[in-house]
């Protein structure tokens, strides 16, 4: 059994870091040695941050994005087109989105994707929103941009069949060959989808 290095406020703060996505035991450890040799000038403001945010972070009640105002920063924006929504599984996938700034579009959080394995069933997500801000009427276009996978698959065909009869155009984002890559290191699936989604040049 190790022996303990450490106080149990130290152990505290490993273990929590640890729990973070990306971080392991050993990058946790590392990570809170950093923070502690850095103590005033990061691990004092970062308990700081993180006590304003447990505060004032709220969820949209429009579009399930997280802000500290309600509704977000997203959907007050009068510059952004609220006739096209972008629906995504989670805030990550919005803010990715966001960083590409392709579109100036408004967005819809379902908070994860179906997987009846999982126990996740509709209910579960917050498509009984966007089927509500659509039937309300104004939304021209819903871009679903969920991930490639067997969950986002059905996700997006649970979504298409809730939305049909609402006069509103459905599109999803197109999949297939990145930007930069090469044929021969995409696997059969990728390649498949390229070229079903092929386009007019």
């Known amino acids: 059994m190790a022996k303990r290095v450490t106080g149990p406020e ?12 990306g971080l392991g035991p050993r990058s946790a ?3 809170a040695l950093h923070l502690i040799k850095k103590k005033d000038q990061l691990l ?3 308990g700081q941050a993180m006590g304003e945010a447990y505060d ?21 924006d009068d510059r952004r087109d609220q006739g096209v929504i ?33 126990g996740i069933g509709p209910d ?3 498509i009984r929103g966007l089927i509500d801000r659509v039937a309300k009427g104004g939304v021209r276009e819903i871009i679903i941009a ?9 996700t997006a065909h649970y ?15 197109a999949h297939g060959v990145p930007v930069g890559g090469e044929l021969d290191y995409l696997d059969e699936g990728t390649l498949s989808a390229a070229l079903r989604a092929r386009t007019a040049i």
């Not at 979504?159 to 984002?173: A, F, M, Q, S, W």
């Open 10 to 21: 130290i152990e505290k703060l490993i273990q929590l870091l640890a729990k973070v996505p």
């Open 29 to 31: 450890r590392r990570a």
């Open 44 to 46: 004092g403001p970062l």
């Open 56 to 76: 004032k972070v709220k969820i949209c009640s429009c579009c399930g994005n997280v802000d500290t105002i309600d509704p977000c920063t997203v959907c007050t």
């Open 86 to 118: 972008i629906v995504v599984e989670d805030v990550s996938d919005l803010w990715a989105l966001e960083r590409a700034g392709a579109m100036n579009a408004a967005y819809h959080v379902l908070g994860g994707t179906l997987s009846p394995l999982d």
């Open 124 to 126: 579960d997500l917050n």
């Open 146 to 154: 969920v991930n490639a996978t067997v969950e986002g698959q059905t």
């Open 159 to 173: 979504i298409t069949d809730h939305l049909n009869g609402l006069d509103v155009k459905i599109t999803r984002l």
